[in-house]
């Protein structure tokens, strides 16, 4: 009888303690379905918060495309529309219940043509004196040496040969690299790519809290002539030698007031008191930059793109990008 007592006991034991076995595998199973299906939803909303952020962004863009094809003159200013897209960025938020973006224009034609430092493979003096001008402005804080070694390596870069010119550097020099890549030896389709030539540091290229960006005064988009109706005024300053931090400073006073002509670059040639080759300036814009960036629940998302605006002030976009 107490064997058959004990025997029961111990079946009962070892099936309380299989129920509960099976309790907490139910309950491991249950928490993990919880946490999947909560991942999914998260993962659901984040995918749907991404698409809205996305359109925000290419809303903002395309507002600011929308700008330069209403523009009332045949030159283009700083005084234009697109130059001051903060009023549609505060307008954004009555459009979008749940964000708004944040959008702003860069005239490309108002910087320096980095594809025409050279004719053939050799070097266009005008735009090199001006890019060594521009990099030799002493908030850049660089040497000669330094300056050459830069300027020399990207005309390398976008000529077709593969002869080094002086300071350059051509296929060897970039096969030496870890990882090695070639030379491009064709003009640059970005700006970004600044960042393989030689001598070039991100630090350079994006700038510090001390020094400017170099990738706010040059470009890869241009048909080769300055507006200097829109040209940064360092890039006003790297025009002509002369051209003075302050003299700068009043150039950019006086092309935003209302009463002074920017139909034509005579404003600009009396102010500097310099001859100016008359291909190397202009007063019309046929490249922009637009960077737009929706927000929304403290996320953001930035579109951008370069679109070439026609004779006949359309525009198409010729370049895009979302980060």
């Given at each position: 009888?107490?064997?058959?007592?004990?025997?029961?006991?111990?079946?009962?034991?070892?099936?309380?303690?299989?129920?509960?076995?099976?309790?907490?595998?139910?309950?491991?199973?249950?928490?993990?379905?919880?946490?999947?299906?909560?991942?999914?939803?998260?993962?659901?909303?984040?995918?749907?918060?991404?698409?809205?952020?996305?359109?925000?962004?290419?809303?903002?863009?395309?507002?600011?495309?929308?700008?330069?094809?209403?523009?009332?003159?045949?030159?283009?200013?700083?005084?234009?529309?697109?130059?001051?897209?903060?009023?549609?960025?505060?307008?954004?938020?009555?459009?979008?219940?749940?964000?708004?973006?944040?959008?702003?224009?860069?005239?490309?034609?108002?910087?320096?043509?980095l594809n025409k430092l050279i004719n053939g493979n050799?070097?266009?003096?005008?735009?090199?004196?001006?890019?060594?001008?521009?990099?030799?402005?002493?908030?850049?804080?660089?040497?000669?040496?330094?300056?050459?070694?830069?300027?020399?390596?990207?005309?390398?870069?976008?000529?077709?040969?593969?002869?080094?010119?002086?300071?350059?550097?051509?296929?060897?020099?970039?096969?030496?690299?870890?990882?090695?890549?070639?030379?491009?030896?064709?003009?640059?389709?970005?700006?970004?790519?600044?960042?393989?030539?030689?001598?070039?540091?991100?630090?350079?290229?994006?700038?510090?809290?001390?020094?400017?960006?170099?990738?706010?005064?040059?470009?890869?988009?241009?048909?080769?002539?300055?507006?200097?109706?829109?040209?940064?005024?360092?890039?006003?300053?790297?025009?002509?030698?002369?051209?003075?931090?302050?003299?700068?400073?009043?150039?950019?006073?006086?092309?935003?007031?209302?009463?002074?002509?920017?139909?034509?670059?005579?404003?600009?040639?009396?102010?500097?008191?310099?001859?100016?080759k008359p291909e190397l300036i202009t007063i019309k814009s046929?490249?922009?930059?637009?960077?737009?960036?929706?927000?929304?629940?403290?996320?953001?998302?930035?579109?951008?793109?370069?679109?070439?605006?026609?004779?006949?002030?359309?525009?198409?976009?010729?370049?895009?990008?979302?980060?």
């Amino acid at each position: 009888m107490n064997a058959m007592k004990n025997t029961f006991l111990n079946n009962r034991g070892v099936a309380l303690i299989t129920v509960i076995l099976i309790i907490v595998i139910l309950v491991a199973v249950v928490i993990e379905l919880n946490r999947s299906s909560r991942a999914d939803i998260y993962d659901a909303a984040n995918i749907s918060d991404g698409i809205k952020l996305t359109y925000i962004a290419k809303s903002g863009a395309y507002g600011a495309a929308a700008l330069l094809t209403n523009s009332k003159n045949d030159y283009d200013t700083l005084r234009d529309d697109w130059a001051h897209m903060e009023t549609i960025s505060l307008q954004s938020n009555a459009l979008f219940p749940d964000g708004n973006f944040s959008v702003r224009v860069e005239d490309e034609s108002g910087k320096i043509p980095l594809n025409k430092l050279i004719n053939g493979n050799e070097f266009n003096p005008d735009i090199k004196d001006i890019l060594i001008r521009l990099l030799g402005q002493p908030e850049f804080k660089l040497d000669e040496r330094k300056i050459a070694e830069m300027v020399d390596s990207i005309k390398d870069w976008i000529d077709a040969d593969d002869n080094v010119t002086d300071s350059g550097a051509e296929r060897s020099y970039y096969a030496s690299l870890d990882p090695p890549y070639e030379a491009k030896n064709a003009p640059f389709d970005c700006i970004e790519e600044l960042l393989m030539v030689k001598g070039i540091t991100k630090e350079i290229f994006y700038g510090t809290k001390e020094k400017p960006a170099l990738a706010a005064y040059v470009t890869a988009d241009s048909d080769g002539a300055i507006n200097i109706n829109t040209a940064p005024k360092m890039v006003l300053r790297s025009l002509a030698d002369g051209i003075s931090v302050e003299l700068a400073d009043r150039m950019d006073e006086e092309r935003r007031k209302e009463s002074t002509v920017l139909s034509n670059t005579q404003w600009f040639l009396n102010m500097a008191g310099v001859t100016v080759k008359p291909e190397l300036i202009t007063i019309k814009s046929g490249y922009f930059k637009i960077i737009s960036t929706g927000k929304m629940n403290n996320m953001a998302k930035t579109v951008s793109g370069i679109v070439k605006k026609s004779q006949d002030k359309s525009v198409r976009i010729i370049k895009w990008r979302q980060d």
